[in-house]
């Protein structure tokens, strides 16, 4: 697959603002690493700058543990260290500075943190990735992804389709591309239904069904590296499926790099992001 030319980088004279600022917002007491994940896997792919919105009792944590290339928005927490509903005043005050908006996760179940995703999804005015937990909050009112028009991509796994959609498990797997396709058509969203040969599909009904990829890449936050990757392709302007589609292409690939080098038993997600550049590489046509 080649490389779209947004991402090739030709004029001398560009600024990291031209390749888009993104804000993640993931991540709990828990869960920290997640946030980190998605951070480095954006970076790695080309966005101009990142900022991780965090529970402000974790912000001296998650310095530590991200590249110091990453910013971090300190946010009201619940008393169980997660994104509270009343972060959301200070989200939107910032939202201006930002061109697309990672969701979900290592966020948790937490309800007051449910009423925040939710709250963001039906007003965010940007490009959103969501994932994660908060695909488990908008699994609790489906009908909030048709209060936003603007361009979502939602990343789930079968288990996280199977609550959107209310389907068993075997019926997805059985007819994936239709299950996926009718979701985007009738939500006005991208959808990438990850797995064995992951499907995204489109509100226009565009549909790619992926190649690469492989068994070792059922490893923690695996996941949280793809949703980087696709929002830093967002941030550098292609369109949604676009976006979603080369993610999904690279991430695999990446993580068929990997899995040469550490074996598919050994792999973790780390290793994924560490062969994101080599993909990138592959796909200019450079040696």
């Known amino acids: 697959m080649q490389l779209p030319l947004p991402l090739l980088r030709r004029n001398k004279k560009s600024h990291k603002n031209d390749f888009g600022h993104i804000l993640v917002l993931a991540g709990s007491s828990s869960m920290l690493g997640a946030a980190a994940l998605v951070g480095l896997s954006a970076m790695r792919s080309g966005a101009g700058l990142t900022t991780i919105g965090v529970p402000k009792s974790l912000n001296s944590a998650l310095q530590e543990k991200i590249s110091p290339v990453i910013m971090t928005l300190p946010l009201p927490e619940t008393k169980e260290g997660a994104l509270a509903t009343a972060a959301y005043t200070k989200i939107m005050a910032h939202i201006k500075n930002f061109q697309v908006l990672a969701l979900g996760p290592g966020l948790s179940r937490d309800e007051n943190t449910k009423k925040l995703i939710l709250k963001i999804v039906a007003n965010c005015p940007l490009p959103m990735v969501i994932d994660g937990d908060a695909l488990t909050a908008v699994s609790q009112d489906i009908s909030i992804l048709q209060k936003n028009p603007g361009p979502k991509i939602l990343t789930p796994h079968v288990g996280e389709m199977a ?7 075997f019926a997805i797997e059985k007819t994936r591309k239709k299950v996926a396709l009718d979701f985007a058509q009738n939500f006005n969203c991208t959808l990438v239904l990850k ?19 492989n068994a070792g890449m059922a490893t923690a936050g695996s996941g949280d590296v793809l949703t980087g990757m696709i929002a830093a392709f967002l941030a550098q302007q292609l369109t949604p499926f676009d976006a979603a589609r080369l993610g999904v292409y690279l991430h695999g690939l990446a993580g068929d790099l990997a899995a040469k080098e550490k074996t598919e038993t050994s792999l973790i997600a780390t290793d994924i992001i560490e062969k994101i550049s080599l993909t990138l590489k592959k796909h200019r046509g450079t040696s």
């Open 195 to 213: 797995g064995h040969q992951t499907i995204v599909a489109s509100a226009k009904g565009e549909v790619y069904t992926n190649a690469t990829g």
């Open 163 to 169: 609550r959107l959609t209310g389907f068993q498990k």
